[in-house]
């Protein structure tokens, strides 16, 4: 198994600018979110979906679309970049077990917006 | 609200001694799980131990254990004998496992560890 990809692993985007950031898992896993990773932050949660057709907003969703029409994959949608959204962006999945819910996190994109 | 605290920005700690890694929470549910990761210098966030809100006894993986103090609301991480390799951030966090989507989770700031020869 590969896990959870992530794709690219860097990118550099002008203000304006739109663009698609690829998260993929090959678990079968229900669950998959979008975490961001600011300096000296820890990780906060943009969007997560349970299911496949079923997405809902996070902690920090403004500026970010997301959807998800198959189990393996949820994209994360940047419509119009801002410098603001610079950043480093976590995929994760997970399934619900009866003693643990381990999210299993992608190796991350770092995203430099200009 | 939900919300976890790390007070220690960084932290040393000498190769082959224990070291334990405050946490904190705050949260009005009776069910949760609780989460360490450890986050190296190239960025990716490798899962370490978990928690729930319910579970007895304290989580052992390994040299990892998690002290939980459920009545303190607190959940530290504690390293036994350390390695060089275990220099890294380590993020504490927190998440509903039951009822709720078990996949919002919540960080807190992160301590880094620095394991010294």
């Known amino acids: 198994n590969a896990g959870v990809t992530q794709t690219p692993k860097f990118q550099v985007l002008k203000t304006g600018q739109s663009m698609t950031l690829q998260c993929a898992q090959d678990m079968n896993h229900e669950y998959m979110s979008w975490y961001r990773q600011d300096p000296g932050m820890g990780l906060r949660l943009i969007h997560y979906?349970?299911?496949?057709?079923?997405?809902d907003q996070g902690e920090v969703p403004n500026g970010y679309n997301v959807s998800r029409s198959t189990t393996e994959d949820f994209p994360l949608r940047l419509l119009s970049a801002a410098p603001s959204q610079t950043s480093v962006y976590f995929c994760a999945s997970s399934y619900w077990h009866a003693s643990t819910d381990t999210q299993y996190f992608g190796p991350g994109t770092r995203l430099t917006v200009l | 609200a939900q919300k976890i605290t790390q007070t220690q920005p960084g932290m040393f700690v000498q190769e082959k001694e224990a070291v334990t890694l405050d946490c904190t929470y705050d949260?009005?549910?009776?069910?949760?799980?609780l989460f360490w990761y450890k986050q190296p210098s190239s960025g990716e966030m490798i899962f370490l131990i978990y928690q729930g809100s319910y579970d007895q006894q304290n989580a052992t993986e390994g040299r990892y254990s998690l002290n939980f103090q459920k009545a303190r609301k607190s959940a530290n991480l504690v390293i036994s004998a350390s390695q060089l390799g275990d220099s890294a951030m380590y993020f504490c966090a927190m998440s509903r496992p039951y009822g709720g989507a078990t996949n919002k989770l919540i960080f807190g700031t992160g301590t880094l560890l620095a394991v010294q020869p």
């Open positions: 979906s349970v299911g496949a057709g079923i997405t």
């Open positions: 949260t009005s549910d009776p069910s949760y799980g």
